[in-house]
DNA sequence: AAGTAGGTGGACCGGTCGGTCTAATCTGCT
DNA sequence: AGCAGATTAGACCGACCGGTCCACCTACTT
């Protein structure tokens, strides 16, 4: 037998790149257990609620790890506009390295269940929260004043130019906009 | 028999509308039958292609109509401070008359699908297009530089801020953009 | 060694999916 | 009137959907 836990661990990450790529309802469960190599008992056993809290906990996990990724980028940025840039460059690359499959990895299933499904939408909520308090954490590090608002312009930029890059197959208004934005901030 | 085409048309609207609210792969043919009471053998007949052809016409026809809306918006405003403003308040309204169901018309399915399909991939970049000319278009009467990169800016912002709203339930976040966006924007 | 949770393997279920096909029906033309 | 093409009507198809169920195996307890 796996150790404790590992299968779960598995089968969870698992659906959340499924679920990253190609959103909720084109995510079938037999295609996270074949992917897993998980039987559908350990699926239910797991995730008493199935799919729903699946996706939920595929959001959560997903939003965790992205926001810590964020504060890395930012942190390592020597002053404000560096750190925006860098935050534009950590979308586009992942874009590019999988040949613009992996987008967000909550924004399409919270555009396709937000309606639709009060868990999995106060999951998208709270990673999303996460990140803004990121970026508003390090506008204001940066000296930005009015940090919150201008962290939510940020956010909804860079949201927007990753799909938009999505779907023209270019990473290339990710970069734009990140430049863009930069000149909102101050020099060092 | 109904008029001509008349059947084609209303099929193709109620599509447009459930793709918009569901997505592509949550929303199934038996519902936007039953909704737009045709039979499956007018939607095979009108649309030969089946589902993908439905999806990418439907986004063909929400590009070009919001395209219309949006200039129309634009179109009214003074001056780029207040185009920017309506631009943003035209989303916020219908998101909130439609108890934020009805977000971007195009982005729920270009992010679904945009890996999978290339008819619809392509249907929903020229919808993007479409709105981005039409926003650097007014960019460039109001006297903003860069229009097109701005434009970019600008687009980018306002789908993010969009599908924000839709997981918040709340469209204050397009309000905060679009307030913080106008200011890059020189007065009348 | 026997008992018992914890976890796995997979057959099975009703329902719905997108798609096909053929018969019936309408409309305009001659 | 009667033909021809356009359009509708919906039964039907195999595949797959998410979900349930239970027999089974394994590791730890006593």
């Known amino acids: 037998m796996a150790g404790r836990g590992e299968t779960r661990e598995r089968v969870l990450r698992t659906a959340a790149?499924?679920?990253q790529r190609q959103g909720y309802h084109g995510t079938g469960l037999t295609q996270v257990l074949a992917e897993s190599r998980a039987p559908k008992g350990s699926l239910y056993f797991h995730f008493p609620d199935g799919k729903e809290q699946l996706a939920a906990e595929s959001v959560a996990l997903s939003g965790r790890e992205l926001a810590q990724a964020l504060r890395a980028a930012a942190g390592e940025a020597s002053d404000g506009r560096a750190g925006i840039v860098a935050l534009g460059e950590y979308f586009a690359r992942a874009l590019e390295e999988s040949?613009?499959?992996k987008g967000c990895p909550v924004a399409t299933v919270a555009l396709e269940?937000?309606?639709a499904s009060e868990p999995i939408r106060t999951a998208c909520e709270g990673a999303y929260g996460d990140w803004l308090d990121g970026i508003t954490e390090a506008l204001r590090g940066w000296g930005v004043p009015d940090s919150r608002d201008v962290g939510e312009l940020v956010l909804s930029s860079?949201?927007?130019a990753v799909m938009l890059a999505r779907v023209r197959r270019d990473a290339g208004v990710i970069?734009?906009?990140?430049?863009?934005?930069a000149e909102l901030v101050p020099r060092a």
């Open 17 to 19: 790149e499924l679920f």
């Open 99 to 101: 040949d613009f499959s």
């Open 113 to 115: 269940t937000s309606a």
């Open 158 to 160: 860079l949201q927007g």
């Open 175 to 181: 970069r734009t906009v990140t430049a863009r934005l």
